[in-house]
């Protein structure tokens, strides 16, 4: 099985494809249930969304055979990210590869690095300690890079 991680900001001949994963990950009621927004928005309004942010959006996109199967993005403005697998490919390690990816990036562009991390949600809190992110603040905020340190 072929596996490759693209780094990528959205643009006129991606924004299709990525407002579309972005869309179907959105609704997702385990992507939901961390949102701080539970609209449900409609394809339309995501890529109108991704249009209006692409300057600040990077994805580093999990493709596995030949298809995006999960993604991170992070925010360059907020400094937050949110981790994407489909169900059919987690618990294989494309969490770790992804959020790996995204610290490397994170450490060559010196960029600050902010997880929420549900505290019901034990794979991700597993997850982030094995990156040594630090809790920050409420039991929610983890951080790493951050230039404050």
């Given at each position: 099985m072929i596996t490759q991680i693209l780094v990528t900001k959205i643009n006129k001949n991606n924004i299709n494809k990525i407002a579309r994963i972005y869309y179907f990950a959105r609704k997702q009621p385990d992507v939901l249930k961390i949102q701080r927004n539970k609209k449900i928005y409609t394809l339309k309004d995501i890529k109108k969304w991704s249009l209006y942010n692409k300057k600040n959006i990077i994805f580093f996109l999990l493709i596995?055979?030949?298809k995006i199967q999960g993604?991170?993005?992070?925010n360059l403005k907020s400094t937050r990210y949110l981790i994407y697998i489909k169900k059919k490919f987690r618990n294989k390690?494309?969490?770790?590869?992804?959020?790996?990816?995204?610290?490397?990036?994170?450490k060559r562009k010196n960029l600050k690095i902010t997880a929420?991390?549900?505290?019901?949600?034990?794979?991700?809190?597993?997850?982030?300690?094995?990156?040594?992110?630090?809790?920050?603040?409420?039991?929610?905020?983890y951080t790493l890079l951050d230039k404050k340190n």
């Open positions: 596995i055979k030949l993604f991170i993005y992070y390690g494309y969490s770790s590869m992804l959020l790996k990816k995204l610290i490397n990036y994170g929420d991390v549900d505290i019901k949600n034990i794979k991700s809190l597993i997850l982030h300690k094995k990156f040594k992110f630090k809790k920050k603040g409420e039991f929610r905020i």
